[in-house]
């Protein structure tokens, strides 16, 4: 497809909500992949732009009529990604960008081959427990298990393509540009971007 397809993935607190806000204000070519959730709206998230919040009867439904590409239960709520809005995104060229973990990412890739997986890492644990606690959303017993998931969602760092360590905001959004932008230098994408050039390159070989 001539769209560029990445997957970001990074356990709650490393800051990755807000690394791609950031990206999505600076690259206007990158689409957000809006996913179904059955979790209540946090305060400020809204309908359509962070999620579309729906009920667990409606998700168990569409997930029956196969139109999530992969879905999963995170901390007691599931969540669902498009097929058919992001094969029409790929398909018109357009690169998309989706946040999941990494259960989401290891179906997604097993899938779309070609796609782009990006983690988001904190600088330490502690900072991670800061973060969390900063939050002021989560209980003590929330917290832990947060932190607990953590580790275990790092642990499936090595299936991912890049690496970025959340210390330095603006340094982290400047990576995750430089991400993406190599993304689309990949040979296999520039072929399908500019095929009549490649087309010229290789006319009269053999």
Known sequence: MPGTFLIVSAPSGAGKTTLVRELLKRDAQVNLSISHTTRAPRAGEVHGRDYHFITIDEFLSMRGRGEFLESAEVHGNFYGTSRLWLEQQLSAGHDVLLEIDWQG??????????????????????????????????????????????????????????????????????????????????????????????????????
């Open 105 to 206: 990412a290891q179906q997604v890739r097993h899938i779309f081959k070609d796609a782009i997986g990006i983690f988001i890492l904190p600088p330490s644990m502690d900072e991670l427990e800061a973060r969390l606690r900063g939050r002021g959303t989560d209980n003590e017993e929330t917290i832990t298990r947060r932190q607990l998931a953590a580790l275990t969602e790092m642990r499936h760092i090595d299936e991912f393509d890049y690496v970025i360590i959340n210390n330095d905001l603006p340094l982290a959004i400047n990576d995750l540009q430089a991400v993406v932008h190599a993304s689309r230098l990949r040979l296999c994408s520039q072929r399908v971007r500019h095929a009549e050039l490649f087309s010229l390159l290789f006319r009269n070989q053999g």
